[in-house]
């Protein structure tokens, strides 16, 4: 005896017939600008670009992240040390990101001159951060202390409020960030991380040029 599908071809008996199922279909296919990569297995890539100093430029860098669904952790655009270029650091850490893949559609957009994948030992990375602090005349001397144990300072003084600047390492910032909770944190405001090649090259990362 034989099953039939619908449209009249036999399968053995005993066989079942099964719609496939969305999850299936997504280990066959695949979502659009993502890469299989299971879950757990991401990893940090610091991107940095030079780009053209022109209307839109920028923006074509962004919409490509999106397209491709990076998952930014950060994004700082600032002046280089070329005149008419920006400087562009990006921070993802994505497991749906296909990183080469990413790094040639970057490649093609418009105006962008000079990609430089920055591994974590061959870089300097730092962070900026304001941070504002409840304070009292009681804990003013307290805060202030505090923050000289990481390498902070004090760039403005009220009645009420402190607020801080410090410069370092992301994991730097958020332990004094942890640490000033016990005052009550009105406002934080960080830059981002921003990186480098270190010594006089960048022989020893992977770089990519028009």
Not at 155 to 172: A, H, Q, R, W
Request: glycine share 8%; proline share 3%; with cysteine.
């Amino acid at each position: 005896m034989t099953n039939e599908t619908r449209s009249g071809a036999p399968h053995p008996a005993g066989a079942v017939n099964r719609a496939p199922t969305k999850d299936s279909v997504n280990r066959v296919v695949g979502r659009s600008g993502q890469s299989n990569a299971p879950q757990g297995t991401e990893h940090a890539y610091t991107l940095v670009m030079l780009v053209n100093d022109r209307p839109g430029a920028v923006d074509r860098v962004i919409n490509m992240l999106r397209r491709r669904r990076a998952s930014m952790q950060a994004l700082v655009v600032g002046r280089s040390e070329l005149p008419d270029v920006v400087r562009i650091t990006v921070n993802v850490n994505d497991s749906e990101v296909e990183f080469d893949h990413l790094l040639e559609q970057l490649r093609k957009v418009i105006d962008v001159r000079h990609i430089v994948n920055l591994s974590a030992g061959k870089a300097v990375a730092r962070e900026l951060a304001l941070v504002k602090v409840n304070s009292t005349a009681e804990t003013c001397s307290e805060i202030i202390e505090l923050a000289h144990l990481f390498g902070a300072h004090a760039v403005d003084v009220t009645g009420e409020t402190i607020t801080l600047e410090v410069t370092g390492s992301e994991e730097k910032v958020e332990k004094l960030v942890s640490q000033l909770q016990t005052y009550g944190i009105r406002e934080v405001a960080r830059t981002g991380r921003v990186a480098m090649t270190r010594g006089t090259g960048d022989n020893e990362v992977k770089k990519i040029e028009d």
